[in-house]
């Protein structure tokens, strides 16, 4: 890799842990320790198991017992091109730190389709909210 292409990563990747650490203060998570990172599709667990035509934007695995958590996100170069919205990372992290608090009313079975579908449409719609408000906020700051 170039040193601008890695200097470019650095730069996201600082951005990124800046914002979920962000994100973290203002969703009452900054004693859970993250581990954030961009994968490459192949990387994503989420992805093998999607079906044509869906895509998954971030992904997140937790230990409560020790309050971690890691995140993986979408690497860009693979957002799919006829995706109906563009990629939005910020959004992405703050959907998977709401997971958070979905945990202790998770069907134990996953693929209670009805269950996860309603979880995961309760956490999209609260995640755009959320950064929605918080970036008119800057608007307004400017």
């Excluded at 601008?4 to 009452?28: D, F, P, T």
């Excluded at 961009?38 to 999607?50: H, I, P």
């Excluded at 693929?111 to 970036?135: F, K, M, N, W």
């Amino acid at each position: 890799m170039s040193r601008r292409g890695a200097h470019g990563r650095c730069v996201q990747e600082r951005r990124l842990r800046r914002l979920c650490v962000y994100w973290q203060k203002r969703l009452r998570l900054a004693d859970w320790e993250v581990f954030l990172s961009v994968e490459r599709s192949a990387g994503m667990l989420g992805m093998k198991d999607a079906p044509a035509g869906q895509y998954t934007a971030g992904e997140m695995s937790t230990l409560p017992s020790k309050r971690q958590m890691w995140i993986r996100l979408l690497h860009p170069s693979d957002w799919p091109k006829d995706a109906s919205e563009r990629q939005d990372m910020e959004r992405t992290i703050v959907h998977e730190l709401l997971h958070v608090y979905f945990i202790a009313v998770r069907p134990q079975d996953r693929r209670a389709v009805c269950a996860v579908d309603a979880e995961e449409q309760a956490i999209h719609a609260i995640s755009c909210a959320l950064v929605e408000e918080s970036r008119k906020g800057l608007r307004r700051a400017s």
